[in-house]
């Protein structure tokens, strides 16, 4: 069971379970010391994990090997981002975990991480549902350039901005722009549920979380309502958006939210669909906290060679 105190945001682990009047008696010595006046406070809420949901962001793809912003351009897995997507499916059965639906999005790096995890897994009929709604976040002008350089000649800061913040949209992508055919030529986008007119030419990550919500709520939620362990199979900045949603991350707060590519993360829900502990990165986490640092360092200025 899990503790919550969603008045502090601050939330409690034990392997037994806890009944509230017995949270400040020795059982709950590893509480720490300053959590446990909190916990004695009116504001408790005993809240039970009722459904598993797993993220996961692609495999590395060719161009978050060359430091390019990939986003809507079709990139594929590289030879490490395949590896990524099978050592992903594969601690995810040594764990025991098993899979009812995977959604992914329209982008192949998304898809075939889902395939090479449900391999992995020996998984493979498990239906897979894609939509645009989980594409990564279209980043617009930018997409294409390489990070570093673009850090050199408008400073980390904006880089950092354009990539993380909540609300600042990158200049929209017009029709002179060298991918602009290569996307909106592309058959696949004349299949999703909005005009290919109506589709993005960028977005914020605010953005992202408006085109996302209204397929979450109508396709993943029921899913997940019924008792289905699903996988959602997309990007970094869409998992973001999804996070934040689902976390009730603040904007402030999501700008230090970095996700490694083919860590899978899995969080714990209760009935309403709210996380009743952290998020939990699967895997070696001296290994994740090096892959998220390298995720961030990709914003810091370098002459490209
Ligand atoms: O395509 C992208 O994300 P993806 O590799 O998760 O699909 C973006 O270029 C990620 O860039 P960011 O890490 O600067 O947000």
Not at 16 to 23: D, E, K, N, Q
Not at 69 to 74: E, G, H, L, N, T
Not at 120 to 140: F, T
């Amino acid at each position: 069971c899990y503790l919550d105190l969603s008045a502090k945001r601050y939330s409690v682990h034990s392997n037994t379970s806890i009944h509230p009047s017995r949270l400040a008696d020795k059982q709950c010595s590893t509480i720490p010391k300053n959590a446990r006046g909190i916990i004695q406070s009116p504001l408790l809420v005993l809240r039970m994990s009722k459904y598993r949901l797993f993220l996961l962001r692609h495999g590395e793809g060719a161009w978050n090997k060359e430091n390019r912003f990939c986003s809507w351009v079709d990139q594929k897995l590289s030879e490490d981002g395949v590896k990524e997507a099978r050592d992903c499916g594969r601690l995810l059965k040594e764990q025991g975990y098993k899979f009812d639906l995977v959604f992914t999005s329209i982008l192949s790096r998304s898809v075939h991480t889902a395939w090479l995890v449900l391999e992995a897994m020996g998984q493979e009929w498990v239906p897979v549902v894609k939509s645009w709604r989980l594409n990564e976040r279209h980043y617009g002008a930018l997409i294409g350039l390489n990070r570093a350089q673009m850090a050199l000649q408008h400073g980390e800061e904006k880089v950092k901005l354009w990539r993380r913040s909540y609300n600042i949209t990158p200049p929209p992508m017009d029709e002179s722009h060298p991918y602009f055919p290569e996307i909106y030529n592309d058959r696949r986008y004349t299949t999703c549920d909005v005009p290919k007119e109506k589709l993005p030419r960028a977005e914020s990550l605010k953005e992202v979380l408006d085109r996302l919500l209204p397929y979450w709520d109508s396709a993943v939620v029921p899913e997940i309502r019924k008792g289905r362990t699903v996988l959602i199979s997309a990007h970094g900045n869409s998992c973001r958006a999804l996070l934040k949603h689902l976390e009730g991350i603040s904007d402030e707060d999501i700008v230090s939210v970095t996700l490694p590519t083919g860590i899978p993360v899995l969080l714990e829900l209760d009935e309403n669909l709210k996380p009743v502990k952290p998020r939990q990165l699967l895997g070696d986490q001296a290994k994740i906290q090096v892959a998220i640092k390298k995720v961030e360092d990709q914003g810091k200025a370098k002459q490209s060679t």
